[in-house]
């Protein structure tokens, strides 16, 4: 079995993968400093809790953009599982070509859902991310990442209002029964996500237009893009372990023994 992590700003997503199955997908927070020890044993009970032995892990894909954690998570997968994972960066195959003018920049989650959307969807395909930030990615048709957009995540647009403004209360973010607020609360839900709304379908039909592509394909993944891609017509699909399946894709083509 072969053990994904990707390691964002809020949280580490896990799966372990039989072949081509999800057998299971956990998360912990990224926020909590931890050792490598911590790291390893966290990991380990985590899926051990859920039926899955530590022996049966052969190997693991770590794709990261939090730098500050690399090394005692790369550690802890060493020590615990006896395993060099395999780190998703610009030197590995992918099944994609990053066509931008600064191929580094790009987060290894991005070039993640990337590869993914593109193995399973085809091109052109645009795929967004509401994770901590709000990304939109281009793939067209030759499997070229060809554009980016970033925008502020959900949970931190929701955190600047409450943290910035000092009579504005912390909320569940939700979408309200009607954009026709009454009061503070649901005045704050309608801005959040019927404004992400509008960005998303603004987004991609300005994406589709500059491009001058047709019949492109819409895909989203993420915490909150479920809630986004119930309220849109131009997201054709949802698919919550998109990150995970791309790491199990591009770890196939690695050639290890």
């Known amino acids: 079995m072969i053990l994904a992590i990707d390691a964002g700003n809020t949280n580490i997503t896990m799966g372990v993968f039989d072949g081509e199955r999800l057998v299971g997908n956990f998360r912990m927070t990224t926020a909590i400093p ?13 899926i051990e809790q859920n039926g899955i032995s530590k022996k049966q ?3 693991a ?8 954690i690399n090394h005692s998570l790369i550690s802890g997968i060493i020590k615990y599982f006896d395993i060099h994972p395999v780190i998703v960066k610009r030197t590995i ?3 994609i070509t990053i066509a931008l003018d600064h191929p580094e920049q790009v987060g290894a989650d991005r070039v993640v859902d990337a590869a993914a959307a593109f193995a399973l969807y085809g091109g052109p395909v645009i795929v967004i991310d509401y994770g901590t930030a709000t990304t939109y ?12 957009v970033t925008a502020p995540g959900i949970r931190i647009s929701a ?3 409450w943290e910035d403004a000092a009579k504005l209360p912390e909320i569940e973010i939700k979408k309200p ?14 801005g959040l996500v019927f404004g992400q709304i509008g960005q998303t379908e603004y987004l991609i039909r300005s994406l589709i237009d500059a491009s001058g592509y047709e019949n492109v394909k819409v895909v989203a993944t993420g915490g909150l893009g479920k809630m986004i891609s119930n309220e849109t017509e131009l997201i054709q699909e949802y698919n919550p372990d998109l990150t995970l399946i791309g790491l199990n894709l591009i770890y196939q083509k690695q050639k290890r023994a």
């Open 93 to 95: 195959e992918t099944g």
């Open 57 to 59: 892990i052969d190997d």
């Open 159 to 161: 955190r600047a209002l």
């Open 177 to 190: 029964a009607s954009i026709l607020a009454k009061e503070t609360i649901t005045s704050m839900q309608a």
């Open 34 to 46: 931890r050792t490598s020890d911590e790291y390893g044993i966290v990991i380990r009970d985590i």
């Open 137 to 148: 990615d281009l793939v067209n048709a030759k499997g070229e990442f060809e554009a980016g």
């Open 61 to 68: 894909i770590l794709a990261s953009v939090v730098p500050a």
